[in-house]
C-alpha cells in the first residue's frame, strides 16, 4: 500500500529524444505525486509535481502525465539534453506536506 | 540562505562501533526526514519528524537505528553496532509544512548526504 514502483530502472536516449519514466501507485489516498532529479554527489531535488484534480501538467521540457483510475503517472522530457543526465525519482504523499515516499529511480542518460 | 546541512560528509568505521550522523535543517522548516540510499538504488525512507508530533519511526530498519529531533532543530541518526550492509548514503531532507496553500509547502530540500563505510 505504501510503495511506489517506477520504471525502467535506467534509460539511454539520443539527444533530442523523449524519454519517459513511469510510475504506479497502489494507496488511493496519495494526492500529491512529485518528481525530483538527482545529480551523483548530490541530494535529489524537486523538478516539477501534480495534484490529482489534473491530467497533465508541464513545465519547461518536462511534462507530467497523470491517470487517476490506473493510478499512474509518468515524466516526458522533451528535446533532452545531455545535462537532463541523471537519477529521476517519483514520489506520493498523502497531502503535500505529508510522508514522502520516493520510487526506486532512473537512471538516465542522453548520448550527444 | 543556508541550505540543509550534513555532517560529516563521510563516514568510514569498523563493523561493530556506532556511528552519529548530524543534519541541520532549512531554519524554519517543521518536517524532517531521513532516507538511505544504497549505492545504485532508491531513497529508502527511515524516519519523519513533524513538528511536535511523535515522529514517524516506521521506516527504521532495526532497533540499531535511532533519531532524535530538538524541537525545530538539528537531528541526528544515530546506528549502534554498526553492520557492513549499513553502508550507504544517508539523506537528511527538511521541508515547509505551514499549509495555507503555500506553493512551496511539501516541497523536500535536500542535504548532499553523509556516505558511510563499514569495514
Known amino acids: 500500500q505504501q510503495q511506489v514502483k517506477q520504471s525502467p530502472q535506467s534509460l539511454i536516449v539520443q539527444k533530442g529524444g523523449i524519454p519517459i519514466i513511469n510510475c504506479a501507485y497502489e494507496?488511493?489516498?496519495?494526492?500529491?505525486f512529485p518528481w525530483y532529479q538527482q545529480f551523483p554527489g548530490k541530494g535529489p531535488a524537486l523538478l516539477i509535481a501534480i495534484r490529482p484534480d489534473v491530467s497533465e501538467k508541464k513545465e519547461g521540457r518536462f511534462t507530467i502525465s497523470f491517470n487517476k483510475s490506473a493510478k499512474q503517472f509518468s515524466l516526458h522530457i522533451m528535446d533532452s539534453q545531455p545535462g537532463d543526465s541523471a537519477t529521476y525519482f517519483c514520489a506520493a504523499s498523502k497531502g503535500q506536506g505529508g510522508k514522502l515516499i520516493f520510487g526506486q529511480g532512473t537512471e538516465l542518460s542522453v548520448k550527444p | 540562505g543556508a541550505g540543509v546541512s550534513q555532517s560529516p560528509s563521510n563516514k568510514v568505521t569498523e563493523k561493530g562501533k556506532d556511528v552519529e550522523l548530524r543534519c541541520d535543517p532549512i531554519s524554519g522548516h517543521t518536517a524532517l526526514y531521513w532516507y538511505r540510499q544504497r549505492l545504485g538504488q532508491g531513497l529508502e525512507f527511515l524516519i519523519y519528524f513533524q513538528g511536535n508530533s511523535a515522529p514517524d519511526k516506521s521506516g527504521l530498519p532495526s532497533d540499531r537505528f535511532s533519531a532524535e529531533r530538538t524541537g525545530e532543530s538539528v537531528s541526528t541518526l544515530t546506528i549502534q553496532r554498526t553492520q557492513q550492509e549499513d553502508s550507504a548514503v544517508y539523506l537528511c531532507a527538511s521541508s515547509l509544512t505551514s499549509g495555507g496553500g503555500n506553493a512551496n509547502t511539501g516541497e523536500l530540500f535536500f542535504g548532499e548526504g553523509s556516505r558511510l563505510t563499514v569495514l
Open positions: 494507496n488511493t489516498a496519495f494526492d500529491y
